[in-house]
């Protein structure tokens, strides 16, 4: 039975779909328009109480029982460790495949997260302060990425689920006004 997906066009939630993909896991989406608010629709805060997307409802999740899941870094977790795709199983390993999914999550979202909401959505107020704290903190993190990607092939060792949600963010650096060419 295919996982059903609650989702919108965000990073966050392109990089469950990504994931998904990858992982050859059968899915349907469900959008949950964030714009109209959709997202506070009591049966969408049944599954993610945070009212935010992503979420996925796994039919078949652990002994046969359906189970859902939200927040992006739980979710890919779960996925990786339920198809042991893009996770691995050696203590070893896992902790450099988490170190930089907490860095994506915790870092490498919020901040070009702010970067686009002043960019796109907040223009009636200075917002030079803001923009310029929140700018100054993606090309840091944009750094620290580009030093990583220059010691190894993939964050995590081989491809993992740090790079899907790594890689939800990164498409967009054009909108938070990063040149990809200044991180060779």
């Known amino acids: ?19 998904l993909e990858e992982m050859d896991l059968p899915y ?3 959008p949950v328009n964030i714009s109209k608010g959709e997202q506070f ?19 078949e999740g652990p002994g046969g029982e359906a189970i859902g899941v939200f927040e992006s870094g739980a979710i890919l977790i779960y996925l990786g460790i339920k198809t042991g795709k893009f996770y691995p199983s050696d ?22 997260g702010q970067v686009h909401h002043f960019l796109q959505v907040e223009q009636e107020h200075d917002r030079r302060y803001g ?10 993190l944009y750094g620290v990425l580009d030093k990583r990607l220059s010691q190894v092939e993939f964050v995590g060792g081989p491809v993992s689920i740090a790079d899907f949600a790594i890689r939800g963010w990164a498409w967009r650096h054009e ?10």
Not at 94 to 108: K, S, T
Not at 131 to 140: D, V
Not at 175 to 184: A, K, S, Y
């Open 1 to 19: 039975m295919p996982i059903e997906l609650y989702t919108w066009n965000t990073p966050n939630g392109r990089k469950i779909s990504v994931a």
């Open 41 to 59: 629709n009591p049966d969408f805060l049944k599954i993610s109480p945070n009212n935010r997307i992503p979420a996925v409802i796994d039919p």
């Open 175 to 184: 909108r938070h006004q990063v040149d990809l060419g200044d991180f060779p």
């Open 28 to 30: 349907n989406v469900h």
């Open 91 to 112: 203590l070893r390993a896992q902790v450099p495949v988490l170190e930089w999914l907490m860095w994506q999550m915790g870092g490498f979202g919020p901040m070009p």
């Open 131 to 140: 923009l310029e704290r929140y700018m100054k903190e993606t090309r840091r």
